[in-house]
């Protein structure tokens, strides 16, 4: 059994800057991937970035703003965020997936964290 603790969510303003972070345990091996996804009211959710051991994705809605990073040992991925948009309001997820190979489906991750809101205001 995985669990996920996610952390940095919060109040900013347009343009500013979060990092979320996300620490697993109950889980020794490298090969893994995880994804943050978002929600936000009335939307349906979507993946925002991916990594794997080899590799990593970013929505296009947030390439070139966002960064998803993993620190092997310390069992944590990040997701810096900069250039923050009013439109990136919404609960963000960490998910994980154990095994090889980037995942970017929502159906395809078997661990999911609480959720942590990340407000944007104008």
């Known amino acids: 059994q995985v669990q996920l603790l996610e952390s940095g969510g919060g109040l900013v303003q347009a343009g500013g800057s979060l990092r979320l972070s996300c620490v697993f345990s109950?889980?020794?091996?490298?090969?893994?991937?995880m994804g943050w996804f978002r929600q936000a009211p009335g939307k349906e959710r979507e993946l925002v970035a991916a990594?794997?051991?080899?590799?990593?994705y970013h929505s296009d809605s947030v390439k070139g703003r966002f960064t998803i990073s993993r620190d092997n040992a310390k069992n944590t991925v990040t997701l810096q965020m900069n250039s923050l948009k009013v439109e990136d309001t919404a609960v963000y997820y960490c998910?994980?997936?154990?095994?090889?190979?980037?995942?970017?489906?929502?159906?395809?991750?078997?661990?999911w964290g609480q959720g942590t809101q990340v407000t944007v205001s104008s």
């Open positions: 998910t994980f997936k154990p095994g090889y190979g980037l995942r970017t489906r929502a159906v395809d991750y078997d661990y």
């Open positions: 109950g889980r020794t091996s490298s090969s893994y991937s």
């Open positions: 990594i794997s051991s080899a590799a990593t």
